[in-house]
């Protein structure tokens, strides 16, 4: 059977993904935070909007490319920055660079990946984008950006939604500590999933490797919810911001808008766009889905818009789009790919998106995203 056959959903994927991986590290990719009435809001959110199709428009091929802040790509969506990506799978920082630079969409390293910009340099495509957790220091933030620009990264995120950590229940009680120690318990649902386990013994276990220049060793074996990072970082402020618009000379990007005042300000401070997000749901428990708030920035700023958090398949990134988005990001979903396949699987996630993204096109009538209907909210 072809992968097609098996896997035609994002779905699917997680299922295989969950079988493949301990549960520990399913814990930590899959949760959210408090009863994850915000992850479910995501989803619900986005399941309420709907779209008229359209009949009689012949035999076309949609157009998915796109322009985003100067950059001609193929498709409307990239890869997301997930924390400790090399976790959920080996090495799944060089495999998720290499595939990006394959389909020649944007790739994203976090700052808390286990791979350094250093580590994943020769794999980066032309749409490598860093994302900076913000450190109090000022010496190490301009290191950091030092860093980052010299192994090629062209595009700096802020991300500014975790002011503190959050509680994160379900990853807390599945005994992971960061960097990762092996229990007598963590240990026995490693010896049931072979392939992650095989992988693991050549890479080693994975720890932050762009902060192992800056945390001391004394730091080692706190909670997942409270990782070494949180002895770097600051919550940042509006002048904050500002330092770093001063300081980067490339785009500009800030990650967890979710209020049209905080987009129209960013846009005054010259801000290059503004990444709509919750967290996926992993931060605060009791906010909107985050296509709830993306009409009303939409309203608010000029700015280009990227969209995230709750994103299954391409008719959501059509959602998105239509309610006013200028691109979209999954984070969760490459490595529920990767978890499933391997190496191949974000080649596969790509083929599934295009595909739903050509045949709900198809269905509304429109040749490219400006033939997009507006909107409405279904009962």
Do not use: C
Request: charged share 20%; proline share 8%; glycine share 8%.
């Amino acid at each position: 059977m072809t992968l097609e056959a098996r896997f035609p959903a994002l779905s699917d994927l997680a299922a295989r993904a969950e079988r493949r991986i301990p549960k520990f590290v399913w814990e930590y990719l899959d949760s959210g935070t408090g009863n994850e009435a915000t992850k479910a809001r995501n989803r619900s959110a986005l399941d309420r909007i709907g779209m008229m199709p359209s009949i009689l428009h012949g035999e076309f091929t949609p157009d998915l490319s796109t322009s985003f802040l100067g950059a001609d790509l193929p498709l409307p969506f990239g890869i997301a920055p997930v924390g400790m990506s090399g976790l959920m799978w080996p090495d799944a920082e060089r495999h998720l660079a290499r595939a990006a630079k394959l389909l020649n969409i944007p790739y994203t390293l976090s700052t808390v990946a286990a791979a350094s910009p250093e580590d994943v340099q020769a794999e980066l495509g032309p749409n490598a984008w860093f994302q900076m957790y913000p450190p109090r220091d000022e010496e190490i933030r301009r290191d950091m950006l030092r860093r980052a620009k010299a192994a090629g990264f062209k595009t700096l995120i802020l991300t500014v939604d975790v002011p503190v950590a959050s509680r994160r229940e379900r990853q807390t009680r599945s005994g992971l500590t960061n960097p990762p120690r092996l229990t007598p318990r963590l240990l026995a649902q490693v010896a049931m999933r072979p392939a992650w386990a095989m992988g693991m013994a050549r890479k080693g276990m994975p720890n932050m490797r762009m902060l192992d220049a800056y945390i001391p060793k004394a730091s080692e074996n706190l909670p997942v919810n409270a990782h070494v990072g949180y002895l770097l970082r600051t919550s940042p402020t509006w002048d904050y911001v500002q330092w770093l618009r001063d300081a980067w000379d490339r785009p500009f990007i800030v990650k967890g808008v979710m209020r049209g005042t905080d987009a129209e300000r960013l846009e005054g401070m010259g801000v290059d766009a503004i990444w709509i997000s919750n967290h996926a749901g992993r931060q605060f428990d009791a906010g909107p889905g985050t296509i709830e708030v993306l009409p009303a920035i939409r309203r608010a700023t000029n700015l280009p818009i990227i969209f995230d958090s709750g994103v299954q398949g391409g008719l959501d990134i059509l959602r998105a789009m239509a309610s006013g988005a200028d691109f979209v990001m999954l984070g969760r979903a490459w490595h529920y790919a990767l978890a499933a396949l391997g190496p191949e699987g974000p080649e596969h996630l790509a083929h599934i998106l295009k595909a739903d993204l050509e045949a709900n096109m198809g269905q509304l009538g429109a040749r490219t995203f400006a033939d997009l209907p507006k909107p409405f909210t279904l009962d």
